[in-house]
């Protein structure tokens, strides 16, 4: 990769838009579900699924999931809501998500999917 190049690739990615929100990772089985918020959701799963997948998923519950029901078919990712945070400080972001999430929790009946 030439200089140029590499100077294109990096320049995109700091420009690369991310999508702050609130998601669940589900277990269709048992009806449990964990829920977190994020500013990038959509690198969550991928952290998700790599610690599932390697055996060391801070969450033992989501581990002993994946494990009994199949690793990646027995669970489901899915972003309950996207939080615009265009017009939002770094702490505001931050404050929201934390609500966000705190409400989902409580109207899922869900354990927190991180921490």
Same mark, same amino acid.
């Given at each position: 990769m030439d200089k140029q190049s590499r100077r294109e690739a990096i320049r995109d990615y700091k420009e690369k838009?991310?999508?702050a929100g609130v998601y669940a990772v589900r277990c269709p089985a048992t009806g =449990?579900?964990?829920?977190? /918020?994020a500013s990038n959701v959509e690198s969550q799963k991928t952290r998700h699924w790599f610690?599932?997948?390697?055996?060391?998923?801070m969450n033992k519950a989501m581990q002993a999931a994946w494990n009994a029901h199949g690793g990646e078919a027995g669970l489901a990712f899915e972003v309950l809501e996207n939080i615009e945070a265009e =017009?939002?400080?770094r702490l /505001?972001?931050?404050d929201l998500?934390?609500?966000?999430?705190?409400?989902?929790l409580a109207a899922l009946g869900a354990k927190k999917a991180v921490g």
């Open positions: 838009k991310t999508q =449990e579900a964990w829920v977190a /918020g610690s599932l997948r390697m055996g060391g998923h =017009e939002l400080t /505001g972001l931050t998500i934390k609500e966000r999430e705190r409400h989902w």
